[in-house]
């Protein structure tokens, strides 16, 4: 009897470990296909990803050689401006008088001249007639390439309404302004009237002074520019009309005709707007007008070389680490 249920004991435990066995072989069996699935589309997976990254590399390829086509013709028009630029330069350094031609005819003077860019908008002349000296500082609307186009073609006027003068005694100042002002609206470009957003205002700001003979006198008129005068130990500020030499709102109005007497030791100082409203300082703000004219009455006594070494140190402190505003020009003259 116990023989008997030892041997069903035995059987039914061979059966459990042979469904066991069956079972396991069959777990085996299915792991091994899920796992060779899985490696198959892994490696479809990873196929896919490398082609994404050919592809990838390929567009960069393509787009670096590109950029670098692009670069190669930037740096070659880049150049070719710049060698137009210079060129631009040269020609208008032409036609503005160096510190030693203007000391041909003002011996104790110096010149500051700061373009903001490699072509200024502003320019500078002195004109020897018969009877008398001219000096023109003259501020063009804009500056850099724009601002020196300009330049010339008003110095090319300035110099032209000048020689009608050679042999004259006197010169009514306004009258010339007035002249220039017609001569400057008549040649540029107005209001086109098929495009609103296209108008020209073009023109200068402009010091234009004459002295007699003697150089005791002078008769002058400022459009939107200061004249400054140290005598007696003074610095005095003259005003100029609130309009500039072109088209402009007041541009019906007349311009005023100015004088001042001179004597020996006095000084002059003639300059554009560049200097008083460059941002600097420790407050990054204007220079401005009466700061320009206390630098003016302090450097004042000292000589000529002095003078510009101040001025520009001066100036350059101020600014510091700021970009230029807009081109510089100061011309001081010991009478």
């Known amino acids: 009897m116990i023989f008997n249920a030892l041997t069903v004991i035995f059987l039914l435990l061979t059966i459990f470990f ?46 670096t050689l590109e950029i670098q086509s692009v670069t190669k013709d930037y ?33 104790k003077s110096f010149v500051y ?60 100042t306004a009258e010339i302004l007035s002249k220039l002002r017609s001569f400057i609206i008549a040649s540029l470009a107005e209001k086109n009237d098929n495009d609103d957003t296209f108008e020209f205002s073009d023109g200068m700001d402009i010091t234009l002074v004459v002295f007699n003979k003697a150089k005791t006198k002078i008769n002058f008129s400022l459009a939107n520019h200061n004249l400054y005068v140290f005598h007696d130990g003074e610095i ?58 206390k630098m003016l009455g302090d450097i004042a006594p000292l000589d000529l070389s002095e003078q510009y070494q101040t001025a520009l140190k001066t100036i350059t402190e101020w600014k510091a680490s700021q970009e230029q505003f807009d081109d510089q020009t100061l011309i001081g003259l010991r009478i």
Do not use: W
Not at 113 to 141: H, K, M
Not at 258 to 271: A, H, N, P, R, V
């Open 18 to 63: 042979v469904l066991m066995n069956i079972l396991l072989s069959k777990q085996n069996f299915v792991g091994e296909k899920c796992y060779e699935s899985e490696k198959e589309d892994f490696e479809i997976h990873d196929n896919n990803i490398s082609h994404e990254i050919n592809s990838l590399k390929n567009i960069v390829e393509n787009k």
């Open 75 to 107: 740096d070659k028009y880049e150049k070719e401006f710049h060698v137009g630029v210079r060129y631009a330069e040269r020609i208008q350094r032409s036609v503005i008088p160096d510190p030693e031609a203007f000391k041909k005819v003002f011996p």
């Open 113 to 172: 001249y700061c373009p903001r860019d490699i072509v200024s908008g502003d320019f500078y002349t002195v004109e020897q007639l018969e009877n008398l000296s001219v000096v023109v500082v003259a501020d063009c609307t804009g500056h850099g390439v724009p601002g020196g186009f300009l330049t010339m073609f008003c110095i090319t006027a300035v110099r032209d309404r000048l020689s009608k003068y050679y042999d004259s005694k006197e010169i009514n």
């Open 236 to 293: 005095e500020r003259f005003k100029g009309d609130r309009m500039p030499v072109g088209r402009h709102p007041k541009q019906n109005e007349d311009y005023v005709m100015q004088t001042c007497d001179l004597k020996e030791g006095d000084m002059i100082y003639f300059c554009s707007d560049g200097i008083q409203d460059q941002i600097g300082g420790p407050l990054e703000q204007k220079f401005m007008t009466k700061r320009l004219q």
